[in-house]
């Protein structure tokens, strides 16, 4: 059975990317062997991604979800029906406003791997609905002040264990379980 998993690098004050969608607070950081190591098990653990597709990031424009890294299929979340598309190895399919649909289909789709949800908007959907099993974040020292946030607007409280915490040359590295 699959684990479905918020998967990102935010802020310390929780953002995504800066509120014009950058993400250049993400680069040039000091990093250690270690950091690599943290998000290298994450990504081999993963078998199918959730996304949102909307008019500025879709497969069309170029904007592939871990940058096309990994060799997995993607649903991605869309108001419109649009066949599949499928780039460079992997199969991109639309699924129209039914979030759960679209977990379930990657949780099939992945077997006994992870499941990994990416964005705000998508992650606070599926906790919302009770679908997320754990959060992995990697958490950069930098504050933005404002921008995407990817808990803001949850508007419900969600209990947390901790399962693993480390640090090395400048990321933090967060995983929790969702307690139901």
């Known amino acids: 059975m699959a684990t479905v998993i918020v998967h990102a690098t935010v802020t310390l004050d929780g953002f995504l990317a800066d509120a014009d969608g950058g993400v250049d607070w993400m680069f040039g950081r000091p990093s250690a062997p270690e950091d690599d190591t943290v998000v290298e098990r994450v ?49 991109y399919t639309f699924v129209v406003d039914d979030i759960a649909e679209a977990v379930e289909r990657a949780s099939q789709a992945a077997g006994d791997g992870w499941v ?39 508007g419900q409280r969600i209990e947390l264990e901790r399962l693993e915490t480390s640090a090395f040359a400048s ?3 967060l995983r929790y379980r969702v307690l139901r």
């Open 43 to 91: 990504t081999s653990r993963i078998g199918a991604i959730v996304g949102g597709a909307n008019r500025t990031q879709t497969i069309d424009d170029g904007e592939i979800p871990y940058g096309g890294m990994l060799r997995v299929p993607v649903f991605l979340m869309t108001h419109h029906p649009h066949e599949p598309i499928e780039r460079d190895g992997i199969t």
């Open 171 to 173: 990321e933090a590295h």
């Open 116 to 154: 990994s949800l990416l964005g705000g908007s998508i992650s606070r959907q599926c906790l919302r609905l009770g679908l997320v099993d754990e959060l992995h974040l990697d958490v950069a020292p930098v504050l933005l002040g404002d921008g995407i946030s990817l808990f803001a607007g949850l």
